[in-house]
């Protein structure tokens, strides 16, 4: 079912190619069938034996379970997990800085794109300001490439942008549905804007109207008290520690225009680029950014 769906598969396509298909961020979660037909339940004890320990577990509760003392000691009874050595760890070690592009061959309808850059880790001090670039180039409906894309040229029904982090890694990837057809046009019309970002500095009224909506949907995605549970047990696990809404926003809000054009041209360089396809077709052109 999962690999019936082309939106979803192509991000398994993406991060073999950047990461290398060796390293377990470049794998696929549910691993290839040969791997999932030959596990036995001896693997699976295994598993959990290595992973899920005392020291490696986050449990994150919101609600006001916490004026009631007992409730730590209530879940640590529940858990019943056992000391045990840390899981190794792999550092990723990226390609010299090179171009790549690959494509995975399926009868669709349309052609899923994704083209991205590697970027900064968690804790980065332009984290922010890559945060501020990303939802200008796709963060939302009146962003540049859904506007350009979309909008303008009817390339792609959907187009978006975003930034995806890990502790010593990430990348900054837009991913675009076109018709078979447009796949060329739809490449250079978002590379074209990577290069307008470049040069020109956004204007004060686009800076703080990505600010809002960025400010607006972390507002929103804490609105619920399972979303303030996830939030804060996917900090502690990430960086250590639960930054407030209050940081992130000051963060955000202290972004300048300098920040985002400084930052659009560390990443958005031609030797960066990895742009992996999900389509029918062979792409046999070279795609440059500058």
Request: with cysteine.
């Amino acid at each position: 079912m999962y690999e019936d769906i082309p939106m979803r598969t192509v991000d398994n396509v993406f991060d073999a190619l950047l990461f290398d298909a060796e390293h377990p961020l470049g794998r696929t979660i549910l691993g290839p069938k040969e791997n999932i037909k030959r596990f036995s339940r001896k693997d699976f004890a295994a598993y959990l034996k290595r992973n899920y320990t005392s020291h490696n577990t986050v449990v994150a509760v919101a609600a006001f379970i916490f004026r009631n003392e007992s409730a730590v000691e209530d879940t640590q009874g529940i858990l019943e997990l056992q000391p045990f050595d840390s899981a190794e760890l792999y550092p990723v070690r990226l390609h010299p800085a090179r171009a790549a592009c690959r494509d995975k061959q399926k009868k669709t309808d349309q052609t899923q794109l994704m083209l991205g850059v590697p970027a900064y880790p968690y804790m980065h001090h332009d984290e922010f300001a890559l945060e501020v670039l990303t939802g200008i180039l796709g963060g939302g409906m009146s962003s540049r490439l859904f506007i350009e894309v979309r909008e303008k040229r009817g390339l792609a029904y959907s187009v978006r942008a975003w930034a995806d982090r890990y502790p010593d890694t990430g990348y900054l990837a837009v991913q675009a549905g076109v018709e078979h057809a447009k796949l060329e046009k739809a490449v250079s019309t978002i590379l074209a804007e990577f290069k307008k970002i470049k040069k020109i500095k956004v204007s004060a009224a686009e800076l703080e109207k990505a600010k809002a909506h960025i400010n607006g949907s972390l507002v929103l995605h804490r609105d619920t008290s399972d979303e303030m549970a996830e939030y804060a047990a996917t900090s502690i696990i990430s960086i250590g520690t639960i930054r407030t809404l209050d940081e992130i926003i000051k963060g955000i809000n202290k972004v300048t225009a300098d920040d985002v054009q400084r930052v659009a041209k560390d990443l958005l360089l031609p030797k960066n680029s990895t742009s992996p396809s999900s389509v029918h077709i062979q792409i046999k052109r070279d795609y440059q950014i500058c």
